[in-house]
């Protein structure tokens, strides 16, 4: 098995008397779509917000590719080659598909001092990552505001690849999806972890989990608590590993 993009180690988040994280020990490894779950409040978010550079941890270390690393701001972890598509997607609407993958990183061309923008080039580039996500979308000239929510994800998913992303954290992407627009998002989480990289994809839906991911972690009241391969587990198991109800959940909770 090739070594983990990212390991978590001891990772510890607290808002003044609040402990929202503590303990977590995790690895994220390139190739596999890994799920958060957990109830409400269980820590999934402000964990992959420390992941993506937006919280400072208060205890522990990330160490991407075998080195401790330290983010300021989710710049930094964009730098390090993580990006993290957030529920809001962050999408400009009236600029066009293309407008957005390239948003604040545009090619230019300089012409007697004064940079163009090099628009051939990036339109040719956004329309090979769309087809090569089989996005189903012909134009990337058309405004992200005249998308569906299932489009608009695929945009946000190309805006991560143009990036180089090597880690693409996924919060709740089909929460707000009809049936058909879900479908297509799971395939293109599916297809980022074929094209190499590591996918965190957080989600309520136990089913949509055993679709995709290869492997599972359960948070509980700021603790990891559980962490399956798919195909060691049930959805039983992963429900029981949430609500607490499970022997292994119990047994730690009375020892904490
Ligand atoms: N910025 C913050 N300031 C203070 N407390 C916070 C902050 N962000 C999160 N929390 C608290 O940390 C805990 C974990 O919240 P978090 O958002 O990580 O949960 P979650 O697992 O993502 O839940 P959900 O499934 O509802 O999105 C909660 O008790 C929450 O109220
Ligand atoms: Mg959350």
Same mark, same amino acid.
């Given at each position: 098995?090739?070594?983990?993009?990212?390991?978590?180690?001891?990772?510890?988040?607290?808002?003044?008397?609040?402990?929202?994280?503590?303990?977590?020990?995790?690895?994220?490894?390139?190739?596999?779509?890994?799920?958060?779950?957990?109830?409400?409040?269980?820590?999934?978010?402000?964990?992959?917000?420390?992941?993506?550079?937006?919280?400072?941890?208060?205890?522990?270390?990330?160490?991407?590719?075998?080195?401790?690393?330290?983010?300021?701001?989710?710049?930094?972890?964009?730098?390090? !080659?993580?990006?993290?598509?957030?529920?809001?997607?962050?999408?400009?609407?009236?600029?066009?598909?293309?407008?957005?993958?390239?948003? +604040?990183?545009?090619?230019?061309?300089? #012409?007697? !001092?004064?940079?163009?923008?090099?628009?051939?080039?990036?339109?040719?580039?956004?329309?090979?990552?769309?087809?090569?996500?089989?996005?189903?979308?012909?134009?990337?000239?058309?405004?992200?505001?005249?998308?569906?929510? +299932?489009?608009?994800?695929?945009?946000? #998913?190309?805006?991560?690849? $143009?990036?180089?992303?090597?880690?693409?954290?996924?919060?709740?992407?089909?929460?707000?999806?009809?049936?058909?627009?879900?479908?297509?998002?799971?395939?293109?989480? &599916?297809?980022?972890?074929?094209? !190499?990289?590591?996918?965190?994809?957080?989600?309520?839906?136990?089913?949509?989990?055993?679709?995709?991911?290869?492997?599972?972690?359960?948070?509980? &009241?700021?603790?990891?608590?559980?962490? &399956? $391969?798919?195909?060691?587990?049930?959805?039983?198991? #992963?429900?029981?590993?949430?609500? +607490?109800?499970?022997?292994?959940?119990?047994?730690?909770?009375?020892?904490?």
């Amino acid at each position: 098995m090739t070594a983990p993009f990212l390991v978590a180690r001891d990772i510890a988040k607290r808002f003044g008397a609040l402990t929202a994280l503590s303990g977590v020990n995790l690895e994220i490894r390139t190739g596999e779509v890994l799920a958060l779950l957990g109830d409400n409040g269980a820590g999934k978010s402000t964990f992959i917000k420390v992941l993506a550079g937006a919280h400072k941890q208060s205890d522990g270390e990330l160490i991407i590719e075998g080195r401790p690393v330290a983010f300021a701001s989710p710049k930094d972890a964009a730098t390090a !080659g993580i990006a993290t598509i957030f529920q809001e997607l962050a999408l400009s609407e009236n600029l066009s598909i293309a407008e957005n993958v390239f948003l +604040g990183r545009e090619l230019k061309r300089p #012409i007697l !001092g004064i940079p163009f923008l090099k628009r051939q080039e990036m339109r040719a580039r956004v329309e090979t990552l769309l087809k090569e996500l089989d996005a189903h979308i012909s134009d990337p000239e058309a405004p992200v505001g005249s998308l569906s929510g +299932g489009q608009r994800q695929a945009v946000a #998913i190309c805006r991560a690849l $143009n990036l180089n992303a090597k880690l693409v954290i996924m919060d709740e992407p089909t929460a707000a999806l009809a049936v058909a627009e879900t479908r297509k998002v799971l395939q293109l989480t &599916r297809r980022l972890a074929e094209r !190499g990289c590591a996918v965190v994809l957080i989600s309520h839906n136990i089913a949509e989990v055993f679709e995709v991911a290869d492997r599972m972690v359960v948070f509980r &009241r700021g603790r990891k608590v559980a962490e &399956r $391969n798919r195909a060691e587990t049930t959805p039983e198991e #992963i429900v029981s590993l949430i609500t +607490g109800a499970h022997p292994d959940v119990q047994a730690l909770e009375k020892t904490n």
